[in-house]
């Protein structure tokens, strides 16, 4: 089961290390990890997601809810958030499939952010499902490199995860 | 102007601290010139990890933070073994350490160690200190946290210039404000009605009580509530001591080294009333059994602990004082059926059995069984690690006194500096040690804070010339190879005591025990008696 956490946390040193750190410990896998400051200067958010059972889910709710610089743990609903993540993908593009990969990106509604005469350089911005999309799709031409943030995630509608 | 060392010392005195254990070094030498003047007593422990048990042991007779203190790099590290068992043992602690300057940190310079880094999985929580000016409220955050919730160690490590920089004026904040730290204490009010409908429910009830029934000060509250309603009580390792060991009601300690009636009552109930234990796998080998057959009340005060090991139907986060409240203040007129008491009872009588007795040796479950009447009644023992523990969590007869040992950690060497601390939290009490001549080598040097301060501990060293409890596993698990588990070219311990100039004496029957016990428990002075035990006595 996947699942995706959002935790305050204060924002100051070491905080990051105290959390990976939780979840390496106790033998948990965190499938990817986002850190950014908040409205709140002085909080940041930790968007986590990973892999478990309700048992796992539940233990690391609580272990991270003891840890003293986190302010407030909520797991998001499946269906009930939106979620994103930024990727840059390097294709490999001989000028004869230039045209092909142009189609696949616009259909996808990504961007070419970079060309040079042998590869283009590919953003998309979408929920982790639909990356992997695109890299299958773009797989075939030749990928020669990938960046990939983590996940992040917000409620929908008018529910929130604040201090 | 005033000084980061003079504002630690005065954080110190703010909270009440009136005695601190440690070891001094390079880094953290501004703070020791500036105890040095003050009311504050420190004591020179003979190596760090044992300033560490000091502060456990004074912490868990105080009921107040323990303090200790070393310096950067070895002194800091050497403190781990020592942090690590308060943590598994949920202990109070402030433990200060110096470092090296802020500016060289992270450069691998002398004696520098990232002992927050270190520590992490250890500690309740860390601060590595950057300013001066943030001392006062890390050190009133630091006792808070300790002190509070489910207690335990934090570590404060403070760079040598943090110590030596200046501020204008100290003042001690009167307040904690830590956004993500507000431990539930109330105890939910739809969930003990829950609870208390189980307990009327339930034919045959038992309570199983930690050590969180100790640390919240609740045992007689615990007591009242057993006296009312008739429910038999087992303990955990950490709970000995929630009840008189003589109470017709309690049935000692649970687990893979206790006793065969608690958990033969564990094994018969129908409900089960958790008390500030975790149920670690020694107390409960098999948790996901007993949870099939039995409703499961859990009461604590880390909602981590609950559902963690054991199954739970109803969940109740709390300090365990007020729920006991709301308990005793639900049950109503509520009594156990005599049908169970009545069993427990029977099995408590069939199961009893002396052990038996071999020529030229102390039997030590018999020698601990008796130690109590020789006692005060408040007296506090501290158990080592090893068979010496399960000899006493079985046998000692606790009345109003207390039981220390390391449950969680299992931290050989524990015992000796652990009763220092105790001696300086409660100097009226008897305070005894029990040990092996395995663990007793681990910590025999802190017999010069034991000399050097003529502290009043009495300790009983059970020498079998072996690893006794390695050596059980090894007949029973490993074909009775025994690796490393006998004890070639130990001292004359007498002759070390004496080194000491600590008396001492030796033993080789139970009546000669008993008689050299009873000669020295009065005295203001520590002693030492090596017991020869035989050496396949079992642990159990």
């Known amino acids: 089961m996947l699942y995706t956490l959002s935790i305050l946390v204060e924002n100051q040193a070491g ?35 990973a892999n478990g059972d309700e048992y796992v889910v539940e233990q690391l709710e609580k272990q991270l809810n003891k840890l003293i610089p986190v302010i407030k743990v909520k797991r998001l609903n499946e269906g009930e958030f939106i979620s994103r993540e930024l990727i840059l993908i390097k294709v490999h593009c001989a000028a004869a499939k230039r045209a092909e990969i142009i189609k696949t990106v616009e259909i996808m509604q990504a961007k070419i952010v970079d060309v040079s005469p042998s590869c283009v350089t ?15 799709l773009l797989k075939p031409y030749g990928i020669r490199e990938i960046v990939r943030t983590g996940t992040v995630a917000i409620d929908r509608g008018t529910a929130s995860v604040s201090v | 102007m005033i000084s980061g060392a003079e504002i630690m010392v005065k954080c110190l005195e703010a909270e009440g ?13 501004p703070f020791y010139d500036k105890i040095y003047d003050s009311s504050i007593k420190h004591i020179l422990v003979r190596e760090e990890q044992n300033a560490a048990h000091a502060a456990s042991g004074y912490a868990r007779c105080s009921g107040r933070p323990g303090v200790c203190v070393a310096t950067s790099g070895p002194g800091a590290t050497n403190l781990i073994t020592g942090i690590a068992t308060a943590y598994t043992d949920s202990i109070p602690m402030v433990v200060i350490t110096g470092q090296v300057r802020s500016d060289l940190l992270g450069r691998d310079v002398f004696q520098e160690a990232d002992i927050t880094g270190a520590c992490e999985p250890f500690v309740k929580h860390s601060y590595l200190v950057s300013k001066t000016e943030d001392l006062p409220r890390i050190f009133k955050e630091a006792f808070h946290i300790a002190s509070t919730g489910r207690q335990g160690p934090v570590l404060i490590d403070i760079p040598i210039d943090i110590q030596t920089n200046s501020i204008d004026e100290f003042i001690y904040p009167d307040k904690v404000n830590i956004m993500g730290y507000k431990p539930n204490t109330k105890g939910h009010v739809v969930q003990v009605k829950r609870a208390v409908e189980a307990i009327k429910a339930s034919k045959r009830p038992v309570i199983v009580a930690g050590g969180g029934v100790l640390s919240s000060g609740v045992k007689l509250k615990l007591q009242e509530f057993v006296d009312k309603t008739k429910i038999p009580v087992i303990s955990t390792m950490m709970g000995i ?41 020694r107390a409960v080998a098999a948790p996901d059994q007993m949870s099939e057959k039995t409703t499961v009340i859990h009461i604590d005060i880390d909602p981590a602990e609950i559902g963690k090991n054991v199954k739970t139907e109803i969940p109740i986060v709390g300090d365990m004082r007020n729920v006991m409240n709301m308990l005793i203040e639900n049950i109503g007129d509520f009594a156990v059926l005599n049908q169970w008491s009545d ?10 059995k002396e052990p038996p007795v071999f020529d030229g040796y102390v039997e030590p479950r018999t020698l601990v069984g008796h130690l109590s009447s020789m006692l005060h009644s408040k007296a506090i023992l501290v158990a080592d690690v090893g068979q010496n523990q399960i ?5 000692f007869r606790i009345r109003e006194g207390r039981f ?4 969680g950690m299992g931290t050989m060497g524990y015992s000796i500096p652990a009763a220092v601390g105790a001696k300086f939290a409660r100097p009226e009490r008897d305070v005894i040690v029990v040990c092996g001549d395995g663990s007793f080598q681990m910590s025999l040097n802190e017999l010069a804070t034991i000399a050097g301060n003529n502290l009043n501990i009495k300790i009983i060293i059970m020498r079998n010339k072996r690893l006794g409890m390695v050596r059980e596993l090894q007949d029973n698990n490993y074909g009775g190879r025994h690796s490393a588990t006998i004890l070639q070219g130990d001292p004359d311990f ?22 050299i016990i009873r000669g020295v428990v009065d005295s203001d002075k520590p002693f030492i008696l090596v017991c020869n035990v035989y050496p396949d006595t079992p642990s159990i």
Not at chain 1, 122 to 136: F, G, K, P, Q
Not at chain 2, 257 to 266: D, E, P, Q, S, T
Not at chain 2, 404 to 407: D, N, R, S
Not at chain 2, 494 to 515: F, Q, R, V
Request: proline fraction near 2%; charge should be negative; glycine fraction near 8%.
């Open chain 2, 404 to 407: 220390l040992t390391t449950g």
């Open chain 1, 15 to 49: 905080v990051l290390s105290k959390i990976s750190g939780l979840f390496s410990r106790r033998g948990f896998n965190i499938d990817s990890l986002a850190v950014g400051i908040t409205n709140d200067p002085n909080v940041s958010r930790i968007t986590i997601v």
């Open chain 2, 241 to 281: 001591g929630v009840m008189p060991s003589e109470h017709e009601l309690y049935l000692g300690m649970l687990g893979t080294y206790g006793k065969a009636v608690a958990n033969r009552a564990l094994h018969e109930a129908d409900l089960v009333i958790v008390c500030g234990a975790r149920l670690g796998d």
């Open chain 2, 343 to 352: 069993t427990i009872r029977l099995w408590k009588k069939d199961l009893f």
């Open chain 2, 391 to 395: 000899w006493c969590a079985n046998n």
């Open chain 2, 494 to 515: 007498l002759k070390i005591a004496d080194a000491y100039g600590i008396d001492h004496a030796e033993a080789s029957s139970n009546e000669e025990a008993e008689e």
């Open chain 2, 17 to 29: 601290v009136s005695v601190v254990f440690g070891y001094p070094g390079a880094a953290i030498c």
């Open chain 1, 122 to 136: 590919v953003e998309y911005c979408e929920c982790a499902n639909r990356v992997n999309t695109l890299i299958d």
